[in-house]
């Protein structure tokens, strides 16, 4: 099974590839990581809006940051539809207010089970826990 640190590297190791399949817990993992980011950077940027040049350069580091995540989030979610054995352009729900929810729905789901269109089960076929 894949926990938070392992999910976190890969989500920044595979940020450009929009081929194959990722499990539930990578995906979850890598947006835990993603929010977890943000909270600290923002209470940080909160503590310090007090002093300007600070409170500054921490908000421009997180809109840098996450200008930096936008690829790969869009990477691992059509890994994640790929498992699923969906197409990947079905993320472009999510630019569709209300929508876009869909993707929620989708990415909730457990991915099929062996091989499929996109590839091989990132399990290998046998589903160690439910966050398959």
């Known amino acids: 099974m894949i926990g938070f640190v392992d999910a976190s590297v890969l989500f920044w190791k595979r940020a450009f ?3 194959g399949r990722s499990s ?14 943000y909270i600290i950077v923002l209470t940080v940027t909160a503590i310090l ?15 840098l940051f996450y200008l930096a995540a936008i690829i790969p989030s869009i990477a691992v979610g059509v890994r994640r539809l790929h ?3 969906k197409s990947g352009w079905l993320m472009l729900l999510g630019l569709i207010p209300l929508v ?9 789901q457990r991915g ?9 089960d990132p399990y290998g076929g046998v589903s160690p826990d439910v966050f398959r």
């Open 24 to 37: 539930r817990a990578e995906y979850w993992w890598a947006y835990l990581m993603l929010i977890a980011i």
């Open 112 to 120: 099929t089970q062996g091989a499929n269109t996109y590839g091989e």
């Open 49 to 63: 809006s007090n002093i300007p040049v600070l409170g500054a350069i921490f908000g421009i580091a997180i809109l």
């Open 83 to 85: 498992d699923t054995d």
């Open 100 to 108: 876009g929810l869909v993707l929620l729905f989708f990415f909730c």
């Open 17 to 19: 590839d929009f081929q």
